[in-house]
């Protein structure tokens, strides 16, 4: 048996559900456990503590499983914990074509991210599509059973693997994309969400191929965008300016300095039948063309920034925190009186107060007396542990220039 024996008080986050535990707490080792096994955890006095996936090569050695003595890790775990994250959702989300069904640790799963779309294939006719991400050892040695607990659990035949992210290396796992079961998907995939149709590029699009976490956000851009002239920065697809159009914006610009997404985003306008002169995409640098807006002496009434995370680890806080403060002030600057400014950070390692800081500091520089109307964050199919604040990444800020 694989038994990992804990250092001296090292089982206290532990106890307290935190679901990760570092190398730096392990104390003993026995058995060999291989990447991804399951491993017994006990503190050092004996105590059972959890049953855990044990990952040699990452920092964070153990993922847990279960704190119950009495629950073994089998197949029938795996289809306890995916029925138990569905059924949570379908209470919780509707009119939408793409929900996140798994969220890892907030649904007892850690490294694990499953999404669904329901849509419709390029030639109508209708399409479900799961696809997922193995993030850590413990589900990927458990990938089969997880596959067969989706397909009974959702009635969806089709789930295809999106485990092309480099966190993958951490865990000593190489990264890797493919049909898990049932068929490719198809070259297009539509999915409805509030009655705006979005084209979903299951293979090649960023995570598993849309924003699914800002459904709430374009709800709500959507809610104040009538009449507005709207800016929205880091458009990829276009998902806020979508959004931004079916709420009656006069007009949208939208800056992406990806080619592909901005043709994704051309075909989304199209397929929502609106009409071509109210949208304009700019395919270039945000940074540089913020700028030239801004001299050029266009103002908007609604400006979204979006960025990619800008800091992807605690070393890079610094040089993402000046990045966030440049956008926003020329955010603020770009708005007319009266303006709103919905602003988004994905990076994990800047939280809430910290953003919320670096935007008020880029207020300040802009001589603006900006006022939050709000926080945001990730739609409810992206819960947070109690336990485990790492799990939010997604903020943001809505605010207004008075
Ligand atoms: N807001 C989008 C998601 C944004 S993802 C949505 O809701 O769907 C970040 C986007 O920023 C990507 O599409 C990427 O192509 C773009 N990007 C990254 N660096 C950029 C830069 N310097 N200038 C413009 N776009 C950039």
Known sequence: ????????????????????????????????????????????????????????????????????????????????????????????????????????????????????????????????QLVCQFMAAGVETWKNAIVQALVGATGCPHVYERSDVSIREKEGLAQTTGVLAGDEPPASLIVDEGGVRYHVDVRHGHKTGFYID????????????????????????????????????????????????????RANLAANGFEADRAQWLDADAFKTLRRLYEDGERFDLVVLDPPKFAPSREHVDRAARAYKDINLIGFKLLRPGGLLATYSCSGAIDMDLFQKIVSSAAADAGVDARILKRLSAGVDHPMLTSFPEGEYLKGLWLQKP
Request: charged share 25%; net charge positive.
């Open 214 to 265: 800002q459904r709430d956000n374009r709800a709500l851009v959507r809610q104040h965008a009538a009449g507005r002239d709207v800016l929205n920065c880091f458009c990829y697809t276009g998902g806020f300016s979508l959004a931004a159009l079916k709420g009656g914006a006069r007009r949208v610009v939208s800056i992406d300095s990806s080619g592909e997404a901005l043709d994704l985003a």
């Open 1 to 128: 048996m694989n038994i990992v024996t804990l250092k001296h008080n090292k089982e206290k986050s532990l106890l307290r559900r935190h679901p990760w535990l570092y190398a730096s707490g392990i104390g003993q080792v026995e058995g060999h456990p291989a990447s991804g096994a399951t491993v017994i955890v006990k503190a050092d006095d004996g105590r059972f503590i959890a049953r855990a996936a044990y990952s040699p090569q990452s920092m964070i050695r153990l993922r847990v499983w279960s704190f119950d003595e009495a629950e073994p890790i089998d197949h029938a775990f795996f289809k306890r914990r995916v029925r138990n994250a569905i059924a949570h959702r379908r209470a919780l989300v509707s009119d939408t074509g793409a929900v996140r069904l798994v969220f890892g640790e907030a649904d007892g799963l850690p490294g694990l991210i499953v999404d669904h779309y329901t849509g419709v294939d390029g030639h109508g006719a209708p399409r479900e």
